[in-house]
Structure formats: C-alpha cells, structure tokens
C-alpha cells in the first residue's frame, strides 16, 4: 500500500468518526439510563450537546480533509478539491437526517412533531454540525488571494472558529440565543466568503 492509498483509507475512517463516536457515547449514555423500546429523551439530547462530541467530529473532517488533499498531486488538487466539497454536503444532508429520525425516535415516533422539533434545536449541534460541514464544503474550494486571505477571509474564519465557543458559553445560560448567534456567525462568514470570491477572483492553477 503506498503513501496515497494509506491517506485515502485513514481519510475514509476519519469520516466515520463523528457518526461512531455520536453513536457509542448515545449507547453508554442509554446503558446508564437502562435500555427501552425508544431512545430517552435524555441520551438524545446527552448526545447533541455534548461539545466533546461535536468538537470531535468537526476535527475529525478537517483532518480527513487535509489528507485527501494532501495526498493528491498538485495538478489534480483543484478536482479533487471539488469531489471533497460535494462529499462534506452529501455528509451534511446525511448528519441533518439523521438528527431527524433520531429526534423522532427519542419522541416515540409521534404523529406529533412539535417534540421532536423542539429537541432537534436544544441538541444545538445537529443543526450547527451540518451548517459548518456546508460552510467547510464552500470554504475550501474558495478562490485562494493574498489579500483577501488577510483581509475578508480571516475575519470569516475567525467568525467560524468563534461558533464552538459561542455554543458553549452562550448556549449554557441560553440556548436559543446561542444556537441563533451561532447560526448567525456561520451565515456572516458564508456571506463574506462568498462575497469576497466573486469580488477578487483567485489564481486558476496551471494547466
């Protein structure tokens, strides 16, 4: 197995990761509660508020990232880089629906969805989760410019890495407000990202 294989498979596992570890740590939490017929509400919202889960997953697909780019050769990294962005949305849509059904089940499934909707936004991170992925997903096929970069960009970037946090803090003394001040940093760093690359387009690598 060479080099490329080796980062492509880590890669893959690492994107696996977020999934697992929100899937073990809901089974040790339901093993403590005692195992029943439908998920607790009490584990599901265990789970998605659990900022060490959270900050795990997301590193976990910004490593995975960085390796498949990495491992790709420098004339193909633009295409790569593509095919990358459309799996972080596919992963996005993937997590959002999971969170969903897994609501639904915490709720008994009920005709009734006003408790599922309910604990789908206290969970805090199964709406911020899949934000960031599709934000991570624009971010790094973002047209690359110097200036920019220490300009417009840092200030986005700044306003992504400021989210956790906000959830964090905020979100402990309130969780609407955390959850919409986390929301609208993400969408303010989309906002700006977007604007700055259709502003100063960026170098288009060599053919």
């Known amino acids: 197995m060479n080099r490329k294989e080796m980062y492509e498979d880590v890669s893959s596992l690492l994107l696996l990761i977020p999934f697992f570890a929100a899937a073990l740590y809901a089974l040790y939490l339901w093993a403590v509660e005692g195992f029943s017929f439908y998920l607790p509400e009490q584990v599901y919202l265990g789970v998605t508020r659990n900022p060490d889960v959270f900050l795990l997953g997301i590193l976990a697909i910004i490593l995975s990232t960085?390796?498949?780019?990495?491992?790709?050769?420098?004339?193909?990294?633009?295409?790569?880089?593509?095919?990358?962005?459309?799996?972080?949305?596919?992963?996005?849509?993937?997590?959002?629906?999971?969170?969903?059904?897994?609501?639904?089940?915490?709720?008994?499934?009920?005709?009734?969805?006003?408790?599922?909707?309910?604990?789908l936004f206290a969970g805090r991170y199964t709406i911020v989760f899949p934000a960031l992925l599709v934000l991570l997903s624009f971010l790094i096929v973002t047209p690359i410019n110097l200036r920019s970069l220490a300009q417009v960009k840092t200030v986005a970037i700044i306003l992504l890495l400021a989210v956790p946090v906000v959830i964090d803090e905020v979100g402990k003394r309130n969780a609407p407000l955390g959850l919409g001040g986390s929301l609208l940093l993400t969408i303010l760093a989309a906002a700006m990202l977007s604007w700055e690359g259709k502003k100063k387009p960026g170098f288009s690598p060599a053919q």
């Open 66 to 119: 960085v390796m498949e780019v990495s491992s790709e050769e420098r004339a193909r990294r633009s295409e790569r880089v593509l095919l990358l962005s459309k799996r972080l949305q596919k992963l996005a849509a993937a997590s959002f629906v999971l969170a969903i059904i897994t609501a639904w089940y915490a709720n008994g499934f009920s005709a009734d969805l006003s408790g599922t909707g309910a604990d």
